[in-house]
């Protein structure tokens, strides 16, 4: 049995303890689970990168699993929802949604209202309070937008007032309920008795902004979050909070689709209640047993855990600062990864190395990129894979399958975790962990990708600037239409090689050449035209040379072609070659009119003392008498 899971915010607590309580009962089943998952939502104003994160939704081809289940609440962008549900329908799979949002859906619903309705209430008739502000998650969060509904209903029904002033709209992090609480404080037309948020991370935020600014809580104003997340647990003052029972509703959920899957009945509505924890952040005592000394043992393996990580991060950061090239940064990744204890890590890149190359010539000219950078490539391919401490690559393989077919994790099973590898919009690729929880159980993997992402982004504009550089060192010496040498860059190598040969005693052959009648061609076809027979020209010629030789474009439709140690044989050879190549040209060619060439040469058996304009003029008069006697030729065939 295979499972896609599909979870949005998991920066967040909650979105963590679902995650668990899916896996641990999955796994027990010995079931295959496919983590889809991502940070977007946290990210204010940073339009560019959200849509690089919830790109990550767009790549389960669902055809290719039993069942999905959906946390649609937590990705908040309504049209990769909409993307996801419609994958979903069309592939046929049975899928369990995590909200109220798709009726036609199974679904596991967290109830959302009756946890703030109780905690209000209790603020009101436990507490007095009657000037009760809310700071809600964002405005287009259906259980958010529960959650503040459950609070104005219940201060309806009180009488008690309430004004737009009272709500502020954040996004479920720490910095958001700071925000909230400085605005409460700074431009409410009255002092609140309590604040209400819609998670805990919010009211910790408000706590911290409320002592900053001189208030003690409970004392002075009370707050209360939503989660029994652990911040609230570690709070001072330990929350006040709705327990929500999220990893229960994760076993829940994935409790259904195995019984569809075995083809038994199931409830297709499943509700988990709330229920509020009252405790110090209202003034109340807490009804749950927090033992000192268990608290303070958990305290410090969280603190031993995010020490670690910091300095795997300070650490990883440091050493990508420096890495400009993607062999160093391979290397870099490696040592990384095996401080991290990672049984299987997978970085999957769009694309391939040519294809990549490409694009830094487009980016270098000032081009677009041949493909679209902010979507996944149909070929993915590993560069780095870490097997149970072995590295290794694979080379292409379809985006549909994830991971090779291969690949010793995708023949192992148990479950993976799969986030986006991207800088702002534009897609690297994606990230696999195998057999890791501290993919779900903290930020930690997730930031370290974002390092991975930064560092990638700086070998790309590195090798787009090295990309420019050559470009326009190539752009000096090279001509642009043909790309063969300009006269300049041919007159500095020709004098060296005339030099040498002077010294050794050796030849040197001059071949002119010029296209016939490119003027006709140019004023009835237009000047496009006429530059495919120069480049065609150009082909011609450069693919006939003789190792050594060297050539270049002297004109508009000129090129000479000089070569040492030769006799008049060889050069006579090299023109038959040219007109050979041009007779096929034409042979293949579409176009309403033909390549024609006139050429002249000049060999001088012994280049000592040689002047290059004095043997380029000889050669050059060659190639005027061949033109003249070609036109005479047409000339003469007319009259007839």
């Known amino acids: 049995m295979k499972i896609a899971v599909l979870i949005g915010n998991v920066g967040l607590d909650s979105q963590k303890r679902t995650i668990n309580g899916i896996l641990d009962k999955a796994l027990l089943d010995r079931a295959n689970v496919h983590v889809f998952m991502c940070e977007g939502g946290h990210y204010e104003y940073c339009f560019d990168y959200e849509e690089g994160e919830y790109n990550i939704y767009t790549l389960p081809d669902f055809t290719k699993y039993d069942g999905v289940i959906l946390s649609s609440d937590t990705i908040h962008n309504p049209e990769i929802v909409d993307h996801i549900v419609k994958k979903i329908r069309e592939a046929g799979v049975p899928c369990v949604d995590m909200s109220a949002n ?54 309806a029904v009180n009488r008690l007032g309430w004004d737009k002033d009272h709500i502020y ?68 003052p330990r929350l006040t909070t709705v327990r929500r029972g999220e990893y229960e509703a994760g076993n829940a959920a994935y409790t259904k689709i195995a019984a569809v899957l075995r083809g038994e009945e199931v409830e297709p509505h499943t509700v988990m209640q709330g229920r509020p924890v009252f405790s110090e952040s209202c003034g109340c005592e807490t009804g749950l047993e927090h033992g000192g000394g268990e608290l303070q043992e958990k305290y410090i393996r969280s603190y031993i855990s995010s020490h670690r990580s910091l300095e795997i991060l300070k650490n990883t950061a ?28 997978y970085l999957c890149m769009c694309s391939s190395t040519d294809e990549y190359q490409r694009e830094l010539k ?231 009119f033909g390549l024609s060439a006139s050429m002249g040469y000049y060999l001088a058996k012994d280049a000592d003392g040689i002047d290059l304009d004095e043997i380029l003029g000889i050669a050059n008069e060659g190639m005027y008498r061949n033109k003249k006697t070609k036109k005479m030729f047409r000339v003469e065939q007319a009259e007839i």
């Not at 600062?321 to 049984?343: A, H, K, P, W, Y």
Request: net charge negative; glycine share 8%.
């Open 362 to 592: 487009k980016l270098a000219a000032g081009e677009e990129e041949g493909r679209d950078t902010t979507a996944y490539s149909d070929e993915i391919w590993i560069p780095f894979a870490y097997e149970e401490g072995e590295v290794t690559s694979y080379g292409q393989f379809s985006k549909s399958d994830l991971l090779p077919e291969e690949c010793r994790m995708k023949r192992k099973g148990s479950f993976i975790v799969v986030m986006p590898l991207h800088f702002r919009n534009y897609c690297f690729g994606y990230c696999v962990t195998g057999n890791y929880r501290p993919s779900v159980e903290d930020g930690f993997v997730q930031n370290f990708i974002l390092n991975l992402e930064n560092a990638l982004e700086r070998i790309k504009k590195h090798d787009v600037m090295a990309a420019m550089v050559q470009r326009l060192s190539h752009g000096r010496t090279h001509d642009e239409l043909t790309g063969v040498y300009s006269e300049t860059a041919f007159r500095s190598y020709a004098d060296k090689m005339i030099e040498a040969a002077g010294k050794e005693k050796k030849s040197v052959g001059i071949i002119f050449a010029d296209i016939d009648e490119l003027k006709d061609v140019n004023d009835r076809y237009g000047h496009e035209q006429g530059d495919t027979l120069i480049r065609a020209l150009a082909f011609a010629i450069e693919q006939t040379l003789d190792s050594g030789a060297l050539m270049c474009r002297s004109g508009g439709d000129e090129f000479i072609v000089l070569q040492t140690d030769c006799d008049e044989i060889q050069v006579q050879k090299q023109i038959e070659r040219i007109q050979t190549a041009i007779e096929h040209y034409n042979a293949v060619s579409v176009r309403p």
């Open 102 to 155: 798709n009726p036609e859906f199974m679904r596991v619903e967290m109830e959302n209202t009756i946890g703030i309705t109780e905690i209000t209430q209790h603020l009101i008739t436990r507490h007095n309070a009657r000037n009760i502000f809310f700071i809600s998650g964002p405005s287009d969060n259906d259980a958010a937008n529960m959650r503040l509904r459950a609070y104005q209903d219940v201060m």
């Open 318 to 345: 440091a050493e990508f600062t420096g890495v400009t090239g993607f062999n160093d940064f391979l290397d870099s990744l490696e040592q990384r990864i095996r401080c991290m204890g990672i049984e299987y890590f």
């Open 169 to 236: 709209y954040g996004d479920y992090g720490f910095e958001s309920g700071m925000k909230a609480a400085r605005k409460f404080l700074g431009e409410a037309r009255s002092m609140p008795d309590a604040i209400m948020a819609g998670n805990d991370e919010m009211a910790v935020g408000a706590i911290l902004a409320l002592k900053a600014a001189g208030y003690r809580v409970p004392e002075d104003i009370i707050v209360t979050g939503y989660d029994d997340s652990d911040v609230a647990e570690y709070n001072h």
